[in-house]
């Protein structure tokens, strides 16, 4: 069992940066992936991106120059730094986690509010 907890969610105006973070309640060197997804009303949650136990790091379209996802496995935690943001990157981000442990799990934050202005 894992914790995931987000912070850094706030307003921001366009053009502004914003930086996320994902505590986990335990290390997550061994976790298979992390990741964020987002969901904005009235629309499915999507894939923002993933960073793998590796380092590597994938991205959707959509955030691809403008978002960065990285790791500190020395302190459980993993950030989302999103900068250009644009009023369409306005949604609740969701930490998620992928664990093999004799068959794969997967756990989600509670999520943490992104809202831009125009």
């Known amino acids: 069992q894992v914790q995931l907890v987000e912070s850094g969610g706030s307003l921001v105006q366009a053009g502004g940066s914003l930086r996320l973070s994902c505590a986990a309640s335990r290390s997550i060197s061994s976790f298979n992936s992390m990741g964020w997804y987002r969901q904005a009303p009235g629309k499915q949650r999507e894939l923002v991106g993933i960073?793998?136990?590796?380092?590597?790091?994938n991205y959707a379209d959509s955030v691809k120059g403008r978002f960065t996802i990285s790791r500190d496995n020395a302190k459980y935690t993993i950030y989302l730094q999103m900068n250009s943001l644009t009023p369409e990157d306005t949604a609740v981000y969701y930490c998620?986690?992928?664990?093999?442990?004799?068959?794969?799990?997967?756990?989600w934050g509670q999520g943490t509010q992104v809202t831009v202005s125009s």
């Open positions: 998620h986690a992928r664990i093999y442990s004799s068959q794969m799990y997967s756990y």
């Open positions: 960073i793998t136990s590796g380092g590597t790091t």
